[in-house]
Structures are given as C-alpha cells and as structure tokens.
C-alpha cells in the first residue's frame, strides 16, 4: 500500500459517519482545530466528506458563535473528562471552551482547491454566516477592551496543552478540584510522552470553575487565573480573518468586510507588540502580569502564517530555525531545543507536530523563504514515511510517539502529497 493510500485509509478507519476522531480510543470525539487540517486532507479525495466534516463541527457551534474544542456527537468511556465533567446540556453535548480558530483557513481552501465548484460555492455560502459568528465571538468574548490580543483562558484551548510556555500562568492555578480525576489516556500511552499529573489536577480546576460561572465568557474571563495571550491563536485568527475577508468579498455584505478589516487591523498590531528581538521570534503574553512569557515555543514562528512578519523579523526568525536545528535536527521543535524545559518527547515540551510545521512552512514560503519552507515539509514527508502517521515525532531522532494512525498526520501528509 502506497502512504497516501495509508493516509486515506487512516481518514476512513477514523470516519465516524461524517466526522473524524483525532484517533481511535484515546480521541473518541470530534475536536475543533483537527477538524480544520482534516478536511482538507479530505479534500484531496473527497470533497463532499470534506465539507461534511467542518458542517459535523459546526453542529457543536453555540449561539454565542464560539465553537467548542470538542463535539461529543457518541458516547465513549475511553476519554476523560467526557461530558458530565462538562456539565454542557447541549444537543450534541460538547465542551465549554474553544481550540485554534482555523476552521475559516480549511473552508477557503476547500473552495479554493475545489473540482466541484458549483457545489463548493453553495457550502462556503452556506457556511460563512457560522465562520462570521465564530470570529465576532473571538473579539468579543477573549478581547473586550479591544486591546488587539485575543484571551485564552485554559491550556487546552491553545491546543498545546502542556507548553512549557504556559508553567508560570498554570502555577496560579489551583490544584484542587471538585471533580474526580479518572485520566484515561495514561491507559493508552505511556506517561512520559504524556502532561504530568499536576498539570491535569490543574486543567480540570479551570473546567470546575469554568462550569461553576455558567460557562458565561464575561464571567470566565474576570474569574479565570490562567489568561494568556497566546501567539499561536492570535496568529491562526489573524490568518483566518484574512481568509474570511476572502470570503466575504464572495458571499458578505460591504459592511461584513468593514468589520472584518478593522479586526485584521486591530490583530496585526497586537501581533506586532508581541515580537522579542532577544529570542529571534514571537513570544506569548501572561494578560494577568501584563509581562512577555520568555519562553520561546514553535508558535512563536506563526505570525508568518498570519502576514504579520516584516522581512527582518521573518529573516530573524528563519535563522532562529537554523539554530534550533543543531540541537534537534528534525524541523520545527515545539519548543527551544537549547533550554532546560525541553524534553524531546513530552508531547508540546519538545516534539515535532506535522500540522505546525505546515502552517510554519506555508508562511515562510509566502515570504519568499521558499527554501526553508520546502525544507520542513520534506522532513515532514521524511519523518511520516520512516516513523509512521503519528501523533507527533522526536524531534532529536525522528521517532514517531503518542497515538498511532493519526488523522491530521495522514491530513497533511495527503496535502503534501499533491505538492
Ligand atoms: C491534544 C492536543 C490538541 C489536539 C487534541 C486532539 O489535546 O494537544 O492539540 O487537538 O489532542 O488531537
């Protein structure tokens, strides 16, 4: 069997009749910014499946227009916390926080990619009052004194959960939770690659109180202990708006595309205050110290997936790659290779991620950094084929960890196929 055939049987075996899981068992729901990669590694082969699958997320989208990080659409004793921790009396249950906003980035480019166009055309439309709803919730919600920054108020929803960008805000969290802590997924992977046991009691401390405010966002933002900035959304929603503008001028009104415009301004300046010339690259922001986090983590390259880069930061920023690839030669590290925190397998303390080094490479090689872009996706491509679809990869010595059969690993590898 060829890899792409691979990859689409992965897609196939992880279908659960119109929505992907992230992978069998130890990801038995559907989560939001998978999705996103997901359907357009669907596209490659079937583009009605594609749609289907940001239509099945946006099933969970609640009135307010956030999107949830996760849409419990069947039920499964394989995760924890499942939806009675959520607490969350929804049709189909879902969580009660949101993921990386890049569901506009997938639907424009299943448009743009599309062979059926006629059919293409009548989805984004029908889709594009949701995605407006969805980023008018991002502002209004996590940015309410329109500082430019969006807020994020759990690690989960920056979809790097245990950062090591994210230690110092997480220490203000308690420890102490109301719910029982039953993990599940230290029965499916070996606890090394996996957060460790503080970080969860604190992660679900955020859900208890989350739940016991309502999952009301003005009163989970006053009350939340963990508030960042963090530079991976801010980034993601500022390339999604610049895609939804796209799509506006096709299926929204003069006044949609104002408001749009004045959000991409208000993001593109916010991303720009977040630049360390010290570390060569963006960095996060604690929103309760008001300081920078110094702590440099693969995000902080994708502003460049965002246009929000100047020539002399993007330059900075390439040779800060080249840097972090003497220690870890495997492209792109999730976080500094040269710095105490770093452990090369411990899930978003070290290792390599396929969908962040698309969104990386993409950016740099829209700024003419086409070397370098092409560089990461062939390692890419190298790592998958040697290792295996996995959830994510040593970046010191290429091997494949966490989950198997993975499905935004074989997503992105079918998107790289066609390059
Ligand atoms: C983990 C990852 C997150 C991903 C989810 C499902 O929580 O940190 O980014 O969305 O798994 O794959």
Do not use: C
Request: charged fraction near 20%; charge should be negative.
């Amino acid at each position: 069997m060829s890899l792409v055939e691979k990859a689409r049987a992965i897609l196939r075996g992880n279908d659960r009749g119109g929505y992907a899981v992230p992978t069998d068992r130890l990801y038995p729901f559907q989560w939001n910014w998978d999705s996103g990669f997901v359907a357009m590694g669907w596209a490659t082969f079937d583009e009605p499946r594609a749609w289907s699958e940001l239509v099945f997320l946006l099933k969970g989208q609640w009135e307010d227009g956030m999107i949830p990080q996760i849409v419990f659409h069947a039920p499964s004793d394989d995760y924890f916390p499942g939806p009675d921790v959520w607490g969350i009396h929804r049709t189909p249950p879902t969580s009660g926080i949101t993921q990386p906003p890049i569901i506009a980035v997938a639907a424009l480019w299943l448009l743009r990619q599309a062979r059926d166009v006629a059919a293409a055309e009548a989805q984004a439309a029908a889709m594009f009052p949701a995605l407006l709803a969805h980023h008018r919730w991002w502002e209004s919600a996590r940015d309410p004194q329109r500082t430019g920054l969006v807020a994020t108020l759990h690690p989960w929803e920056t979809g790097m959960d245990n950062s090591p960008a994210w230690d110092v805000a997480l220490d203000r969290v308690p420890t102490e939770t109301t719910t029982e802590i039953r993990r599940r997924d230290t029965s499916h992977i070996d606890a090394s690659m996996r957060p460790r046991g503080v970080e969860y009691q604190r992660f679900i401390h955020l859900v208890d109180l989350f739940r016991d405010h309502g999952w009301d966002p003005a009163r989970m933002y006053e009350a939340s202990p963990f508030r960042v900035a963090d530079i991976g959304i801010n980034a993601i929603l500022l390339r999604a708006e610049r895609d939804l503008l796209v799509l506006a001028e096709r299926f929204g009104s003069v006044a949609d595309r104002a408001e749009i415009a004045a959000r991409i301004d208000r993001l593109a300046g916010g991303i720009a205050r977040m630049w360390s010339d010290a570390h060569g690259l963006f960095l996060s922001r604690d929103l309760i110290s008001g300081q920078p986090i110094p702590r440099p983590t693969s995000e902080g390259f994708l502003p460049v997936f965002a246009g929000a880069a100047t020539p002399a930061r993007v330059a900075a920023m390439a040779a800060t790659v080249s840097v972090w690839r003497e220690r870890a030669p495997w492209m792109v590290a999730s976080s500094e290779p040269d710095n105490a925190v770093f452990e090369p397998k411990r899930y978003w303390r070290g290792p390599v991620w396929a969908v962040v080094n698309w969104m990386i490479a993409d950016g740099f090689a829209s700024y003419g950094e086409v070397a370098l872009g092409a560089d990461i996706l062939d390692q890419t491509r190298k790592l998958i084929a040697q290792a295996g679809f996995s959830e994510y990869f040593d970046p010191t010595t290429g091997e494949g960890i966490g989950g198997a059969d993975f499905s935004w690993t074989a997503a992105i590898y079918l998107m790289l196929a066609r390059d």
